[in-house]
């Protein structure tokens, strides 16, 4: 099966730097990269995604970037800010069966932001 | 993205009595989840709720502890049976539309057993 790592488990930067986190897969056959947002009270907000015939995606602050050779991929948020501050999960998906996809979660990373 | 609406949000529950906790979609979805995540910790599928037949289980997780229905494309519910305090937890539900798109989640219902 897929084995899903995320690193690291907490990160604090200054508002205004950048957060990085990083996931490793095993499964060559996952093709789809979400990252999710799960603020405290909440359910895990889709926040990017990347499919595996991609090597980078952007959105505003928000950066995807996946190397299939190494089975890695990390998410990059510019300019933090305290409303960055949350629980980031990575996932990788691959498909199973004629209509949906298995989901293999992260660990998980608590990035706090320090005004 | 689909609209998801859990309830109860929360419920505070004696050891040994049953909770269902109701999942309902604003639009017709191919695929509903139901997720387990313990406090701090990752999400766990649970199973994979199969509109019109039994529900998928996955490793760990059998049907007469957590019953699941799915009686259309919209609604979902999962029934946690004789309950202890280490199923106190966050349950999640999430739906998935068809071929290799995204899971969309809940807010979650946070139970406690006491």
């Known amino acids: 099966g897929e084995n899903v790592e995320q690193h690291p488990s907490t990160l604090s930067v200054q508002e205004g730097d950048s957060a990085v986190i990083k996931c490793t897969y095993s499964d060559s056959a996952s093709n789809y990269f979400p990252w999710y947002k799960q603020e405290l009270g909440k359910g895990p907000q889709l926040i990017i995604d990347i499919r595996s015939n991609v090597g980078e995606k952007k959105d505003q602050r928000i950066a995807v970037t996946l190397n299939k050779t190494a089975k890695h991929f990390s998410l990059h948020i510019t300019e933090t800010q305290p409303e960055d501050s949350a629980v980031y999960f990575c996932?990788?998906?691959?498909?199973?069966?004629?209509?949906?996809?298995?989901?293999?979660f992260g660990t998980g990373t608590s990035l706090t932001v320090i005004p | 993205s689909a609209v998801i609406s859990q309830k109860p949000s929360r419920d505070i529950c004696q050891r040994g009595t049953s909770l269902t906790i109701q999942c309902q979609v604003d639009s017709q979805v191919t695929m509903m989840f139901w997720y387990r995540q313990q406090p701090g910790q990752s999400l766990t599928l649970i199973a994979t709720?199969?509109?019109?037949?039994?529900?998928?289980?996955e490793s760990g997780f059998v049907i007469d502890k957590f019953p699941i229905s799915r009686p259309n494309l919209t609604f979902s519910t999962l029934t946690v049976s004789n309950m202890s305090p280490e199923d106190s937890s966050i349950y999640l539900c999430s739906v998935q539309g068809y071929g290799n798109q995204p899971q969309h989640f809940g807010d979650g219902t946070r139970l406690s057993i006491l």
């Open positions: 996932a990788a998906s691959k498909r199973v069966g004629n209509t949906g996809n298995q989901f293999y």
């Open positions: 709720a199969n509109q019109g037949s039994e529900a998928t289980y």
